[in-house]
């Protein structure tokens, strides 16, 4: 199956006043790359939240946002610290007795101090809830970001698909090219090298054993089987379920090493441009190949 690494996905869970957002953005990795942001009091579960979503994806550079709100209830978040309020009070006391100031102590005295107010601890039954809001969000998100995925997943693989069998149809054009080529090839050999040698000089067996070395030096036919095997395993690995990125990035460097050898052993033209087209294809079949999880 053709997955692709990029994509975006937002899951939200709402319960009792209180709403767990998750926004999770895929980009392309070697690696399963994992970036969390989460509020404070679910730092601790950054683990957890990449157990989740390893269960899930194989490859990809991830960036996960979790959000937590709570709605207006009336109540306030902080309260006052009731020690600290009565130690400035006292102190303050102390200060105007001192500068013999006669007006008392008032409210706007005190909370010039900002430590006054503190916020209301959170209890781990608020802190719970929020957590299993977030596991529920977080499913969506993961759901969403395979559905869309798998979406541009099927566009690379029909992408793909459509390459590797032009590749293949350009290679059906070098097969013609190549028949009787050897023949060919040996003929011309025998004359250029009678033409610069003197007949007297020359030692047939020897001769014979020469251009048929060099005949086989030229011959692709390996290659071809090579390369025709490679393009079989590519569309295989495009429609096994499996994740195949790593096996098609293997294959196209295989074919690419193919393509370069009948370039290199060929010596035709026509045989060359066909070579040339193919490559073409592979570049852009490579550049895909490195968006496939």
């Not at 970036?35 to 194989?58: A, C, F, G, W, Y």
């Not at 608020?126 to 566009?155: C, F, I, P, V, Y």
């Not at 295989?236 to 690419?256: D, H, M, Y």
């Amino acid at each position: 199956m053709i997955i692709s690494m990029t994509g975006f996905g937002r899951g939200e869970a709402t319960e009792n006043g209180i709403t767990a957002t998750v926004e999770i953005k895929s980009l392309n990795s070697r690696y399963l790359d994992i970036s969390t942001r989460l509020p404070q009091r679910l730092q601790d579960k950054e683990l957890h939240v990449k157990e989740q979503v390893q269960k899930v994806i194989n490859r990809g550079k991830l960036n996960i946002s979790v959000y937590v709100t709570e709605s207006e209830t009336g109540e306030l978040s902080i309260t006052v610290d009731e020690k600290k309020v009565k130690a400035y009070s006292k102190l303050l006391a102390q200060l105007r007795e001192a500068a013999g100031i006669d007006e008392p102590v008032t409210v706007d005295d005190i909370t010039q101090f900002n430590d006054v107010f503190i916020n209301k601890e959170e209890d781990e039954e608020t802190t719970e809830r929020k957590w299993e809001l977030t596991l529920k969000a977080l499913e969506q998100a993961l759901d969403s970001l395979m559905k869309m995925r798998t979406q541009e997943g099927d566009q690379l693989k029909n992408d793909l698909v459509d390459r590797i069998e032009f590749i293949d149809e350009n290679l059906e054009y070098i097969i013609t090219e190549t028949k009787g080529r050897a023949a060919e090839t040996r003929e011309k050999l025998q004359e250029r090298i009678k033409a610069i040698i003197e007949d007297d000089k020359v030692d047939e067996e020897r001769l014979e054993l020469e251009i048929a070395i060099l005949v086989d030096k030229m011959d692709i036919t390996e290659e071809i089987v090579r390369l025709r095997s490679h393009l079989k395993f590519f569309l295989e690995a495009v429609g096994q379920p499996e994740p195949a990125g790593r096996r098609l990035n293997f294959l196209t460097q295989e074919i690419n090493r193919e393509l370069n050898t009948i370039g290199s052993k060929s010596n035709n033209s026509d045989i060359g441009q066909y070579v040339v087209k193919c490559k073409e294809a592979l570049e852009q079949i490579r550049e895909q190949v490195q968006n496939v999880e």
